[in-house]
């Protein structure tokens, strides 16, 4: 079955970057949206960044001048670019696509964001 995998989370300084990666595998069909969400302890789950197949992308206000979201549509790979990271970017990042008949989630890569 389809499968998202993220990579690339970790430990990051205040005003750090890091670049997440989600990969994914067993697709049937090209995926359509795709999208970052994040959720830390004891917080709503959050849409960071959303990008179409055709390159339209949109971005949490938090997040805007910051992240970059980008996707390869022959691989069905998505990225986000994070910069000038802050703690209150800390959370479980999760990657999210949409495919012809249903939805799938990764299942997270944390980012932690230190003073």
């Known amino acids: 079955q389809v499968q998202l995998v993220e990579s690339g989370g970790g430990l990051v300084m205040s005003g750090g970057s890091l670049r997440l990666s989600c990969a994914t595998s067993g697709t049937i069909f090209s995926l359509n949206a795709m999208a970052w969400y994040r959720q830390a302890p004891g917080k709503q789950r959050e849409l960071v960044a959303r990008?179409?197949?055709?390159?339209?992308?949109n971005y949490a206000d938090s997040v805007k001048g910051r992240f970059t979201i980008s996707r390869d549509n022959a691989k069905n790979t998505v990225a986000l670019q994070m910069y000038s990271l802050k703690p209150d970017d800390t959370a479980a990042y999760y990657c999210?696509?949409?495919?012809?008949?249903?939805?799938?989630w990764g299942q997270g890569t944390q980012v932690t964001v230190s003073s």
């Open positions: 990008i179409t197949s055709d390159g339209r992308t």
């Open positions: 999210y696509g949409q495919g012809a008949f249903n939805s799938y």
